[in-house]
């Protein structure tokens, strides 16, 4: 089974701390990608990787920053936490979407993030 | 930019009953996918949908999409109370492996 880990289920921080939120996955995946999850805003995508040391930007990544040193091992860095990144974050990977693989999104067990 | 609305976003529903979630997007997307969420929970794949008119089926669950009309449905028939959870769709940006997801559906079936 493709197992995605995330460092840590529940963190308390406090404004303008520095945030690691770490996420390994064990299926050799190329992609790597965070989201968050917000009530009545789904998920809105971070950032993303496709490859080592590969990353872009997606929806939302004003605040953020990430680091792919490691193909297994995508970390999503809050360089200064602010109460507004009080979120539910979900660190998922994949295959890329071809013909043999589907693209489907493998999901880890998300961090929920409060900074007060 | 690919943008997908699921309706309705809220549904409450009598066990035994049928009912449909539907999934719009806005571009083209060949793929379409399907997740559940538990409270508290992460995201589970359902089904993955890769060409127009795939229909792919689990227990009570029918996920179907029309890449034509840019819509995908997911029926649920005779609903049991082990359904209640969150399902999200989510298509698949044409530029690479990126999905946008839907809002999500919060299902509730009551006894």
């Known amino acids: 089974d493709v197992k995605v880990t995330q460092s840590s289920r529940y963190l308390v921080k406090r404004t303008g701390e520095k945030v690691f939120l770490e996420c390994v996955q064990d299926m050799d995946h190329e992609n790597m990608f965070w989201y968050r999850q917000d009530p009545g805003l789904g998920l809105r995508l971070i950032y993303f990787?496709?490859?080592?040391?590969?990353?872009e930007k997606g929806d939302i990544p004003e605040g953020y920053s990430v680091s792919r040193e490691k193909k297994e091992r995508f970390s999503l860095i809050l360089e200064s936490a602010s109460t507004n990144q009080t979120s539910m974050y979900l660190c998922a990977s994949s295959f890329p979407s071809g013909e043999v693989n589907t693209g489907e999104l493998f999901f880890g067990e998300g961090s929920r993030l409060t900074v007060l | 930019e690919l943008k997908v609305e699921q309706n309705p976003l809220f549904l409450s529903m009598q066990e035994g009953k049928n009912y449909t979630i539907y999934c719009n997007y806005s571009t083209t997307s060949d793929r379409l996918y399907w997740y559940r969420q538990d409270p508290g929970k992460s995201l589970e794949s359902l089904f993955v949908?890769?060409?127009?008119?795939a229909v792919k089926q689990e227990g009570r669950l029918m996920a179907s999409l029309d890449t034509k009309a840019r819509l995908s449905t997911l029926h649920i028939t005779a609903a049991v109370h082990d359904l209640s959870a969150t399902y999200f769709c989510?298509?698949?940006?044409?530029?690479?492996?990126?999905?946008?997801f839907g809002e999500g559906t919060q299902l509730t079936v009551n006894p």
């Open positions: 949908l890769l060409s127009n008119g």
């Open positions: 989510a298509g698949e940006e044409t530029s690479g492996s990126r999905l946008t």
């Open positions: 990787s496709y490859d080592v040391k590969m990353k």
